[in-house]
C-alpha cells in the first residue's frame, strides 16, 4: 500500500473570497488538505515560515509578489530530512501570482524528488493552477506530476466530497 504525504501551506486571517476580504480562524488550503489526509490515508505537513507574513491581506500580497519576483525561499520553522517511505506526495497550497507560495518551494529545494509521484492542487478565486504545475514539475526533479486538482477558496469548507473522491482516483 503506497504512503502518502500531504504537505500544505495555508492562510489564516484575512483571505480573499469572491470580491470581499475577510478573516477566517482556518484557511482554505488546510481543509483541503485534511479531507485528502481523512480520503486516502497519510502525514500531514503544514509549512510555516519563521517570519510571518503580514496580518493585513493587501501587504502580504505585496510581500507575496516581491518573493515570487527575487524567487526567494522564505526560511521554515521545519523541514523534512527525507522523504524514504513515501509514494505520493500531494502539494496544496493557495495560488499566490499565478503560483505556489515560495515557502513551498523552500520545503522542496532541501528534498530528493526521485522516484516519486506528485500532485499539486490549489485554492484560487479565479486563477485556477496558474503555472503551478508547470513550476511543481521543474522544481520536484525526477517526479512524476500524476494529476492536479483546482478548487475555489470560498468553496474549500464545501468541498469534501469533490477532494475526497479525486485524492482516491489519483492513489487507486
Not at 475577510?22 to 481543509?31: D, L, Q
Request: negative net charge; glycine residues 8%.
Amino acid at each position: 500500500m503506497a504512503k502518502n504525504l500531504i504537505v500544505y501551506y495555508s492562510r489564516k486571517g484575512e483571505n480573499y473570497f469572491g470580491g470581499s476580504i475577510r478573516s477566517v480562524p482556518k484557511g482554505n488550503t488546510e481543509y483541503v488538505a485534511e479531507y485528502i489526509a481523512e480520503a486516502v490515508g497519510g502525514e500531514l505537513f503544514e509549512i510555516e515560515t519563521v517570519e510571518e507574513y503580514p496580518k493585513d491581506y493587501m501587504a502580504c500580497t505585496d510581500v507575496a509578489k516581491t518573493e515570487l519576483r527575487e524567487k526567494a525561499r522564505p526560511e521554515l520553522r521545519r523541514y523534512m530530512d527525507s522523504l524514504e517511505g513515501y509514494d505520493n506526495i500531494f502539494f496544496c497550497g493557495p495560488c499566490w501570482w499565478g503560483t505556489y507560495p515560495m515557502a513551498i518551494f523552500s520545503f522542496i529545494d532541501r528534498l530528493d524528488w526521485s522516484g516519486k509521484r506528485i500532485f499539486a492542487v490549489m485554492t484560487h478565486e479565479g486563477s485556477g493552477m496558474g503555472s503551478s504545475e508547470r513550476d511543481l514539475e521543474k522544481a520536484c526533479k525526477g517526479a512524476k506530476l500524476v494529476d492536479s486538482l483546482a478548487i475555489s477558496g470560498s468553496q474549500a469548507q464545501s468541498s469534501k466530497k469533490r477532494v475526497s473522491d479525486w485524492a482516491l482516483k489519483c492513489t487507486e
